[in-house]
């Protein structure tokens, strides 16, 4: 009697009438057909485990950081690196103008705002990029203070 | 579809729906917690920055799902650990399993759990065809790797683990 172990174990959605016959009349071929089901059932019918909480954390903390361009970037370069050739031509052009305490007080705080507008971008696009490697290294270190003799004697040896 | 804003309201109900899938995914394709959850961030912050390109012809999460699977694709692909091993001797037995010995009841946890050891090359296809449904021919084009070494894995695939499961005693 022919047998179809090998189709059986190829894949037994494939298997001919012939085969599907043979296994009413054929206890090794039934019995290996119900242990190659049972392999392609269970990988058919795969559980699922939940969605750890820090996913969503991660996500929308780089969704929520502020998007900058890199043309926003450069217009704020621009502006920094331009303010003091344009405050140069004024002077050149209106010698009379004359900057009193409040004035030079309000160039200041102008200075000061567009150096903040060019590098809070940078350290918000930064830190998001690096957000993980940081809560890795946290992570290190706290292992690290919870068992500083076991790490010290590793250390030592 | 969406404002240009971006709706960020409206991306979070869909992550909720869609979240589940996609880390399952991951951890069927990468095995362990931290890479699915780098996967699945991956998935959707681009799927964040394209969420312009998505037509609104089929349902959002089909069409995650379909970035998703490329994505995960493509990474396993260009990390090319899809190169066939020779299969260990002690799978290699041809032997019909004893009958009335073995209780074939609840043996679905033991598959998937002797699965997610399985190496890449057998576990992937495994789960490409069986799980996701995928043909031949897909799985084939998706991983760059020839029909019959596909068919060959999945082969030597199945056998490891109908050995696995005689071993961890499924016997009555």
């Known amino acids: 009697m022919k047998h179809y172990i090998e189709e059986i174990r190829q894949d037994t959605a494939g298997l001919t009438q012939e085969a599907r016959r043979h296994l009413r009349e054929c206890a090794a071929c039934s019995r290996e057909y119900q242990i190659m089901r049972a392999v392609e059932t269970g990988i058919e019918s795969m559980t699922e485990s939940s969605v750890p909480a820090e996913l969503k954390i991660r996500i929308f903390a780089r969704i929520s950081s502020p998007v900058y361009r890199l043309w926003h970037l450069l217009a704020a370069a621009l502006m920094l690196a331009s303010s003091p050739v344009l405050l140069k031509y004024l002077l050149t052009k209106n010698p009379s103008l004359y900057l009193n305490e409040y004035t030079l007080i309000s160039l200041f705080v102008y200075f000061g705002i567009l150096i903040v507008l060019v590098l809070l971008p940078l350290t918000f696009q930064l830190f998001g990029q690096y957000e993980t490697k940081i809560h890795e290294i946290e992570k290190a270190f706290d292992h690290y203070l919870e068992h500083p003799v076991r790490n010290l004697a590793k250390i030592w040896r | ?172």
């Open chain 2, 1 to 172: 579809m969406f404002d240009q804003d971006k709706n960020r309201d409206e991306f979070e109900r869909l992550f909720d729906e869609t979240s589940k899938s996609i880390f399952n995914l991951g951890l069927r394709l990468f095995r362990n917690r931290e890479d699915a959850m780098d996967f699945a961030q991956d998935v959707y912050l681009q799927a964040y920055t394209k969420l312009d390109s998505f037509q609104g012809g089929s349902k959002f999460s089909t069409w995650l799902y379909s970035v998703a699977m490329n994505m995960g694709l493509n990474r396993i692909r260009k990390e090319k650990k899809m190169t066939v091993e020779t299969i260990d001797e002690e799978f290699a037995s041809t032997e019909a399993a004893a009958a009335d010995e073995l209780d074939l009841s609840d043996t679905s946890e033991i598959i998937q759990e002797e699965l997610l050891k399985l190496e890449d090359h057998y576990r992937i296809p495994l789960i490409l065809y069986y799980f996701e449904k995928m043909s031949y021919g897909e799985i084939s084009e998706k991983l760059d790797i020839k029909a019959g070494t596909l068919k060959s894995n999945i082969h030597r695939g199945k056998t490891i683990l109908r050995a696995k499961l005689i071993a961890r005693g499924i016997h009555k």
